[in-house]
């Protein structure tokens, strides 16, 4: 199906999220910080991005700035534990294209890559 990459600090969500990424049949590949994930984005091609916005070295803010720099960047799925109104608005008006909680259940996990990863 899709070429999904996983950018967040916390190997525990990378190898959750990962799993149940791959379980719907996508390849995964995951990072583990905003510059590892602008590194690879930049020579490979991906169909999503799932994105972590606390970080170190880089927040997912700043990955988000730094992506509308980059050509046809991949759709952006923002996972985060920040459930704040400002902080979703904020990540949309930079370009991501869903902002869902961290703790995401597979079936809406599903629905939102149906809706957001091209076949």
Do not use: W
């Amino acid at each position: 199906m899709g070429k999904i990459i996983i950018a967040d600090d916390s190997s525990f969500q990378r190898k959750i999220l990962g799993d149940m990424i791959t379980s719907l049949g996508h390849e995964v590949t995951a990072v583990d910080s905003g510059r590892a994930l602008l590194d690879r984005v930049i020579v490979e091609s991906f169909d999503c991005i799932c994105l972590d916005l606390l970080m170190p070295e880089m927040t997912g803010i700043e990955v988000l700035e730094k992506l509308q720099n980059i050509k046809n960047p991949p759709p952006v799925i923002v996972i985060s534990a920040d459930i704040q109104m400002r902080k979703k608005e904020q990540c949309l008006a930079l370009g991501a294209k869903a902002f869902v909680n961290k703790y995401i259940e597979k079936a809406s996990l599903e629905n939102v890559f149906n809706e957001h990863i091209k076949s």
